[in-house]
């Protein structure tokens, strides 16, 4: 019976990453090993807080547990940052550390995570392209749905709706076209631009408010026939429970990275799915959400990657427009040694 013997984690650096949040606050490796020689590799978020807290908190919980109650752990990781986490950094940081485990779970069954899950239910999953508020050259790469991300509006909503006019006719009328506003809408202001681009066959309308306005995205569902879609900016099971209750979403994109790691990717797919909301995990074709798309998805459709993310070997790519399951055990995934650097403890 393996115990865990130790976790830390490191901040790890791309190539061309974006000067924001995504990659100071967003993004940190997780290492977690066991008394059997294994490793296991799992990818939070939370920046040098997030290291923190994996250093002064959670190591504490964690290291000495079998990673086969991985569920227990991430019961005594959430009490643990309660009083000063339930959503946010320390959150982010926990699901690291979950992945990592699940990750190391696998290499001790010689594995993938998704037979862990239950079994490979899609050896091969679309893609679709996540782009800013133009196609580009995405249809000629084989992609065979495509998302825009769209600004703020500047002067007035023409200027959004022209986007999408000239997104629809360039993807022709057959390919499924989604659109992400990022969370820099107001109410008002979502509701007159869903008004105007209906008549373009929205997939979805992706954060057009801010994460907490479980009623105005609800309002605005009642007020258009486009599927309003987030939850990559919701955390852990209770999270996504209040997001049924206020009817706020049709289509959720939980972060395994962020949300709370497999141990939550599994709850939200079964919470989704018994109440009828196609669940599309933020991130999907990265390999943390993907194995739960293989094995859980009902209607399996994954987020093109970050492009920057230049520091993770061997996750399968995507191939006009679609990604194939790996095979590898845990993720399938490995990183570069010299990244690994256990941090000094003395």
Same mark, same amino acid.
């Given at each position: 019976? +393996?115990? #865990?013997?130790?976790?830390?984690?490191?901040?790890?650096?791309?190539?061309?990453?974006?000067?924001?949040?995504?990659?100071?606050?967003?993004?940190?490796?997780?290492?977690? =090993?066991?008394?059997?020689?294994?490793?296991?590799?799992?990818?939070?978020?939370?920046?040098? %807080?997030?290291?923190?807290?994996?250093?002064?908190?959670?190591?504490?919980?964690?290291?000495?547990?079998?990673?086969? !109650?991985?569920?227990?752990?991430?019961?005594?990781?959430?009490?643990?940052?309660?009083?000063?986490?339930?959503?946010?950094?320390?959150?982010?940081?926990?699901?690291? #550390?979950? &992945? +990592?485990?699940? !990750?190391?779970?696998?290499?001790?069954?010689?594995?993938?995570?998704?037979?862990?899950?239950?079994?490979?239910?899609?050896?091969?999953?679309?893609? $679709?392209?996540?782009?800013? *508020?133009?196609?580009?050259?995405?249809?000629?790469?084989?992609?065979?749905?495509?998302?825009?991300?769209? *600004?703020?509006?500047?002067? !007035?909503?023409?200027?959004?709706?022209?986007?999408?006019?000239?997104?629809?006719?360039?993807?022709?009328?057959?390919?499924? &076209? $989604?659109? !992400? +506003?990022?969370?820099?809408?107001?109410?008002?202001?979502?509701?007159?631009?869903?008004?105007?681009?209906?008549?373009?066959?929205?997939?979805? &309308?992706?954060?057009?408010?801010? %994460?907490?306005? $479980?009623?105005?995205?609800?309002?605005?569902?009642?007020?258009?026939?486009?599927? #309003?879609?987030?939850?990559?900016? =919701? $955390?852990?099971?209770?999270?996504?429970?209040?997001?049924?209750?206020?009817?706020?979403?049709?289509?959720?994109?939980?972060?395994?990275?962020?949300?709370?790691?497999?141990?939550?990717?599994?709850?939200?797919?079964?919470?989704?799915?018994?109440?009828?909301?196609?669940?599309?995990?933020?991130?999907?074709?990265?390999?943390?959400?993907?194995?739960?798309?293989?094995?859980?998805?009902?209607?399996?459709?994954?987020?093109?990657?970050?492009?920057?993310?230049?520091?993770?070997?061997?996750? *399968?790519?995507?191939?006009?427009?679609?990604? +194939?399951? *790996?095979?590898?055990?845990?993720?399938?995934?490995?990183?570069?040694?010299?990244?690994?650097?256990?941090?000094?403890?003395?």
């Amino acid at each position: 019976m +393996a115990r #865990i013997t130790d976790v830390w984690a490191v901040i790890p650096k791309g190539t061309n990453e974006p000067r924001d949040w995504r990659t100071a606050m967003a993004q940190i490796l997780v290492v977690v =090993e066991s008394d059997d020689g294994r490793r296991g590799f799992g990818v939070g978020g939370g920046g040098v %807080a997030g290291v923190h807290v994996i250093d002064t908190i959670l190591r504490e919980v964690v290291v000495g547990q079998d990673p086969r !109650d991985v569920t227990a752990i991430w019961d005594r990781m959430f009490h643990a940052t309660h009083h000063f986490g339930r959503k946010g950094l320390p959150v982010m940081a926990l699901s690291g #550390i979950d &992945l +990592a485990i699940w !990750d190391l779970l696998g290499k001790q069954e010689n594995q993938p995570v998704y037979q862990l899950l239950g079994g490979l239910r899609h050896e091969r999953v679309p893609a $679709y392209a996540s782009l800013g *508020p133009t196609v580009g050259t995405a249809i000629q790469d084989g992609f065979t749905h495509v998302k825009l991300h769209l *600004p703020a509006v500047k002067h !007035d909503i023409g200027e959004i709706v022209d986007l999408v006019r000239m997104g629809r006719e360039q993807v022709g009328p057959d390919i499924p &076209l $989604y659109l !992400d +506003a990022g969370a820099k809408w107001d109410r008002q202001t979502s509701a007159q631009i869903a008004a105007a681009v209906e008549q373009y066959e929205i997939g979805w &309308l992706e954060e057009p408010l801010l %994460a907490d306005d $479980y009623i105005g995205h609800r309002q605005l569902g009642e007020r258009t026939r486009i599927p #309003i879609a987030g939850g990559e900016h =919701e $955390y852990t099971r209770w999270g996504y429970e209040l997001l049924v209750e206020t009817k706020a979403l049709t289509v959720w994109q939980p972060d395994a990275c962020w949300v709370g790691g497999m141990t939550t990717m599994r709850e939200v797919f079964a919470l989704g799915q018994a109440n009828g909301i196609w669940v599309v995990p933020h991130r999907g074709s990265e390999v943390w959400g993907l194995h739960a798309i293989l094995a859980l998805a009902d209607r399996p459709l994954a987020e093109g990657g970050r492009p920057w993310v230049t520091w993770v070997q061997g996750a *399968p790519e995507i191939v006009k427009g679609i990604v +194939a399951a *790996p095979t590898a055990p845990g993720f399938g995934v490995t990183f570069d040694e010299a990244l690994l650097v256990r941090p000094n403890r003395d």
